[in-house]
């Protein structure tokens, strides 16, 4: 171990963020961008600390797929290694959960979970390393687009765009809404680049929409009612919108205990219980309310729900309520 004493390494095991990324790395090899969104620090302060314990030869490097993956020395999985004790301890402390580790693994399983997504290396029947060419959800997507037909949309909530312009594929015309200028501005620029252009990009809020009455026949909301200060307001909205016939269709997050998404990403509700959504869709005058599980995954903490219901008449909605 290339440290000169006892002292050195206590003193650089004496940093939280660096034992943070030890622990990440027990998990799993990761690279410095998954890395970065796990530990949520700047990339330059995950490559300085990765230096130091690549330096004392806790960590190692590799190449592959054009990344450099970072994974902890073999020597961590060795017991009858010259540093037994130390990885021993390290194991062990590990295992002590804090607010901030807690927060770790839950941004850690979204990394495994999108990277996974990615099809860059995909396991069937629990086979890891069985490459199968060409599967693709975007390419579903489009697939199964084939059989709607021409639609107008209203992505709510549109944030960077990116379902926004796989819609535009299908549909007649998308009107997509985000509150911020910063993040439209991307989205357009992105839409620029991918040549689409039936969309019109319009600032506004969930809970008082730009948009005329009975104006689209689908209303998207992805990952975007959990950030609405009022939930049943944003869905009385997306109703207004609707003509007759028309279907709000939403993917959001079920109801969960990590509260670090308030600070870090924004986040106004904790998900939604199952019978919490249903019944707002209910009471924003919606029928024909479906509800299930979209995407589950062992020790993920996050479940997203996804609801669809329709504009079925014109009478009015229940008062909202807010959400308790």
Same mark, same amino acid.
């Given at each position: 171990?290339?440290?000169?004493?006892?002292?050195?390494?206590?003193?650089?095991?004496?940093?939280?963020?660096?034992?943070?990324?030890?622990?990440?790395? /027990?998990?799993?090899?990761?690279?410095?961008?998954?890395?970065?969104?796990?530990?949520?620090?700047?990339?330059?302060?995950?490559?300085?600390?990765?230096?130091?314990?690549?330096?004392?030869?806790?960590?190692?490097?590799?190449?592959?797929?054009?990344?450099?993956?970072?994974?902890?020395?073999?020597?961590?999985?060795?017991?009858?290694?010259?540093?037994?004790?130390?990885?021993?301890?390290?194991?062990?402390?590990?295992?002590?959960?804090?607010?901030?580790?807690?927060?770790?693994?839950?941004?850690?399983?979204?990394?495994?979970?999108?990277?996974?997504?990615?099809?860059?290396?995909?396991?069937?029947?629990?086979?890891?390393?069985?490459?199968?060419?060409?599967?693709?959800?975007?390419?579903? /997507?489009?697939?199964?687009?084939?059989?709607?037909?021409?639609?107008?949309?209203?992505?709510?909530?549109?944030?960077?765009?990116?379902?926004?312009?796989?819609?535009?594929?299908?549909?007649?015309?998308?009107?997509?809404?985000?509150?911020?200028?910063?993040?439209?501005?991307?989205?357009?620029?992105?839409?620029?680049?991918?040549?689409?252009?039936?969309?019109?990009?319009?600032?506004?809020?969930?809970?008082?929409?730009?948009?005329?009455?009975?104006?689209?026949?689908?209303?998207?909301?992805?990952?975007?009612?959990?950030?609405?200060?009022?939930?049943?307001?944003?869905?009385?909205?997306?109703?207004?919108?609707?003509?007759?016939?028309?279907?709000?269709?939403?993917?959001?997050?079920?109801?969960?205990?990590?509260?670090?998404?308030?600070?870090?990403?924004?986040?106004?509700?904790?998900?939604?219980?199952?019978?919490?959504?249903?019944?707002?869709?209910?009471?924003?005058?919606?029928?024909?309310?479906?509800?299930?599980?979209?995407?589950?995954?062992?020790?993920?903490?996050?479940?997203?729900?996804?609801?669809?219901?329709?504009?079925?008449? /014109?009478?009015?909605?229940?008062?909202?309520?807010?959400?308790?």
């Amino acid at each position: 171990m290339d440290v000169t004493n006892d002292s050195a390494l206590m003193r650089l095991l004496g940093d939280d963020v660096r034992l943070r990324l030890l622990r990440a790395l /027990s998990v799993e090899a990761l690279n410095v961008s998954e890395l970065t969104a796990v530990l949520g620090i700047a990339q330059s302060g995950v490559s300085r600390h990765l230096g130091m314990l690549r330096k004392a030869s806790l960590v190692v490097e590799e190449r592959a797929g054009g990344y450099a993956w970072y994974r902890l020395s073999p020597d961590a999985r060795d017991p009858g290694s010259a540093d037994a004790e130390l990885w021993s301890w390290l194991r062990a402390a590990f295992g002590h959960t804090t607010p901030a580790t807690k927060a770790d693994d839950a941004r850690l399983q979204e990394v495994l979970r999108l990277r996974k997504e990615r099809f860059a290396e995909h396991g069937a029947d629990g086979e890891r390393g069985q490459l199968v060419p060409g599967r693709s959800w975007v390419a579903w /997507s489009r697939a199964l687009a084939f059989l709607l037909p021409p639609l107008d949309v209203a992505d709510l909530g549109c944030g960077e765009g990116y379902l926004t312009i796989e819609t535009a594929r299908w549909a007649r015309r998308v009107v997509a809404i985000d509150r911020s200028a910063t993040v439209l501005a991307h989205a357009r620029a992105l839409a620029g680049r991918r040549k689409v252009q039936n969309i019109t990009w319009k600032r506004g809020e969930l809970e008082r929409l730009p948009l005329a009455d009975a104006s689209v026949d689908v209303a998207l909301l992805s990952q975007a009612l959990h950030h609405a200060k009022e939930p049943a307001a944003a869905l009385g909205e997306a109703r207004r919108v609707l003509r007759p016939g028309g279907r709000v269709l939403i993917l959001d997050l079920r109801e969960h205990g990590e509260s670090w998404v308030r600070a870090r990403l924004g986040d106004q509700w904790p998900g939604f219980a199952d019978k919490q959504l249903r019944d707002l869709l209910v009471e924003a005058g919606f029928d024909e309310v479906k509800l299930r599980v979209g995407a589950r995954s062992a020790g993920d903490p996050f479940v997203v729900l996804v609801a669809a219901a329709t504009k079925t008449s /014109s009478r009015p909605a229940a008062r909202p309520r807010r959400v308790a």
